[in-house]
């Protein structure tokens, strides 16, 4: 009999996502590794043993003994990109959108009114608003969040965000980005390449804050040789890249992450099938948003004058399922941020998933999990349920891991373990004495 500090039992499903550290692809994408009426052993804050309930039982014995009570029980979610801080909201512009008043995603212009809005932001009010975003997405579930800069857009305010996003405590493992290659700002306009040179110049000063550099790749953004340019520089630093990749339109961008050896290509919905395919080749996770296909009504056609939409039947977005079609190891991330998804529940991202992006039970669940941990250089420390790994744990007000994705609308998660320590329990939060750990850098 080995002893352990906490024993889970009784799991009605214990979906362990468990997999490869390089990701599910494929075919292999839609399988789901489950163990009916599971258990799993905890020691140190890590995952020693996983199994069914009865054979745990026989093995182990825990200090302390958690009943799931035939609930299901899964790892944490992984949520591979967000824009955490920033200023202001963006309603006004919403409804303009919804309205037919603004046409597109109007990217450049309302990403320049929330760089003013940060700005004008002062630390404590970016900081709390920050923590607070981070309580709701610990109580969905996520307990793993990269969080990206892009809202200050000169040297003194991204390094003031880089620098609040570094010192955020909080039970989420923050791993910050620098994305100061963003949109252009207003005040470089006619300065493209000054302004270029300023975001190379400031990357030997991020480097206390962060080693992951991102870059936009996107007609509305910077051009596929401004980007090289940059992340050149930042690979030559020893940053790992990620890269916004045409959203708005085939600026080239998954070429360009390929090309960069990035870690991970984001939005795809525009990309060339010889871009996805070099992805594929590179190993470049591609990340999806199914709440920005949600909130910028990519999912209906367009309203024409009349306000009737122009098309019969509303197109659904094909991007995830030309990526896997070129296989391209896929996440979901939320995307968080005040313009085209401001939501910060994986929970509901999972749901959408599955409807928007006609995608499985199985594919959603390792598309949550597993495949953003590899986007991160993280697979091997978190993302499933498996010895040796982060006791990263969601007990759910569920019995099936279908019933998690099919029912929405609602936060489904009971308790959330972090580390081994239990930070949400009963939809509530639990704050101990000690301090959370401070936020992370990604692998690399």
Not at 39 to 64: F, H, M, N, Q, Y
Not at 237 to 243: A, E, F, N, P, S
Not at 415 to 443: D, E, F, H, Y
Request: glycine residues 10%; negative net charge.
């Amino acid at each position: 009999m080995q002893d352990a500090d906490i024993l889970i039992i009784n799991a009605s499903e214990l979906v362990t996502c468990a997999g490869p550290v390089t990701g599910r692809i494929g075919d292999d994408l839609g399988k789901l590794d489950i163990i009916r009426d599971g258990a799993l052993a905890i020691t140190g804050g890590r995952i020693v043993a996983v199994g069914p309930t009865d054979a745990l039982l026989s093995a182990w014995r825990g200090k302390e003994t958690i009943d799931a009570g035939h609930r299901l029980v899964s790892p944490g979610f992984v949520d591979a990109h967000s824009h955490l801080l920033f200023g202001g909201d963006r309603c006004c512009e919403y409804e303009g959108k919804v309205k037919g008043r603004i046409l597109g995603a109007n990217l450049e212009t309302g990403i320049n009114a929330t760089i003013q809005a940060t700005r004008r932001a002062d630390d404590r009010t970016l900081v709390e608003q920050a923590l607070s975003d981070l309580d709701e997405a610990l109580l969905y579930g996520t307990t793993t969040l990269e969080a990206k800069t892009g809202y200050g857009l000169s040297r003194d305010h991204e390094l003031r965000l880089l620098r609040l996003t570094s010192g955020l405590e909080h039970e989420v493992d923050i791993l910050p980005t620098f994305l100061g290659a963003h949109v252009l700002p207003d005040e470089y306009r006619n300065r493209r390449d000054e302004y270029v040179q300023l975001v190379i110049d400031m990357l030997p000063d991020v480097l206390p804050y962060t080693r992951s550099c991102d870059v936009a790749c996107d007609p509305a953004c910077f051009t596929a040789a401004e980007c090289l340019r940059i992340g050149r520089h930042a690979r030559e630093l020893g940053m790992t890249l990620r890269v916004h990749a045409d959203q708005t339109g085939d600026a080239g961008g998954a070429a360009v992450a390929a090309a960069l050896g990035a870690a991970s290509a984001d939005h795809l919905d525009q990309s060339s099938a010889e871009g996805l395919r070099a992805m594929a080749a590179a190993g470049t996770v591609g990340i999806f948003f199914p709440g920005v296909t949600f909130h910028m009504l990519e999912m209906v056609p367009p309203l024409t004058e009349d306000g009737i939409g122009a098309a019969e039947k509303p197109y659904m977005p094909q991007s995830v399922r030309r990526a896997l079609q070129a296989g391209v190891v896929c996440a979901i991330s939320a995307d968080f941020n005040p313009g085209s998804c401001p939501s910060i529940s994986m929970q509901m991202m999972m749901q959408m998933a599955m409807r928007l992006f006609r995608l499985s039970y199985a594919e959603v669940w390792n598309m949550s999990t597993l495949n953003p941990a590899v986007s991160l250089g993280l697979a091997a420390d978190r993302g499933s349920l498996e010895p040796g790994k982060r006791a990263d744990v969601l007990i759910w007000n569920e019995i099936d891991h279908r019933r998690a994705v099919n029912r929405f609308g609602s936060n489904r998660v009971d308790t959330v373990m972090k580390s081994g320590r239990i930070v949400v329990r009963g939809q509530n939060l639990i704050r101990s004495t000690a301090a959370p750990a401070k936020s992370a850098s990604p692998a690399g």
